[in-house]
C-alpha cells in the first residue's frame, strides 16, 4: 500500500537526441549541451479495479518528485481510467526524468493494454 513502482519502456517511438537507451529503460537523461527548459508529459491507463481509492502518477527529476497527479478509481470495475500529468521544467545535461505510480492498497497496479503509458520529454 502507498509503495512506488517504477514505470519502464521497452521501446521508444522518438529518440532524436537518444535520451533513452533500452539498457536504462525507466530513464531518460538530458544529453551533454542540451540544457534548457522542457516539456514534460507523462501518462498511465489503468484497468478497472474496485481495489483502493486512488492512483498516483508522479515525474521524478534525478530521483525528486516535481509533478503529482493523483485520480480516483471509478466505482465500477469494469471502467478503465487513465492519469495523466503535464509539467515545465528547468534541466540540464545529465539530469534524469522518471515517472513512478502509487496506489493506496498492497497488490499489483494493474496497467492497461497498449498503449498503457507514455512519457514525452520535449525542448523549448
Do not use: H
Request: aromatic share 8%.
Amino acid at each position: 500500500s502507498g509503495v512506488a513502482l517504477r514505470m519502464f519502456w521497452d521501446t521508444a517511438d522518438f529518440n532524436q537526441q537518444i535520451m533513452w537507451v533500452v539498457t536504462s529503460s525507466d530513464t531518460i537523461t538530458i544529453p551533454a549541451g542540451g540544457g534548457g527548459i522542457y516539456s514534460i508529459k507523462a501518462a498511465v491507463a489503468f484497468n478497472g479495479s474496485v481495489s483502493g481509492t486512488y492512483r498516483e502518477l508522479d515525474v521524478l527529476i534525478n530521483g525528486t518528485r516535481q509533478c503529482t497527479e493523483l485520480t480516483s478509481v471509478p466505482a465500477s470495475a469494469a471502467q478503465s481510467f487513465s492519469v495523466s500529468i503535464s509539467c515545465d521544467q528547468s534541466l540540464a545535461a545529465a539530469d534524469t526524468v522518471r515517472m513512478q505510480t502509487t496506489a493506496d492498497y498492497a497488490g499489483n497496479i494493474d496497467a492497461a493494454d497498449n498503449p498503457s503509458l507514455w512519457l514525452c520529454v520535449r525542448k523549448y
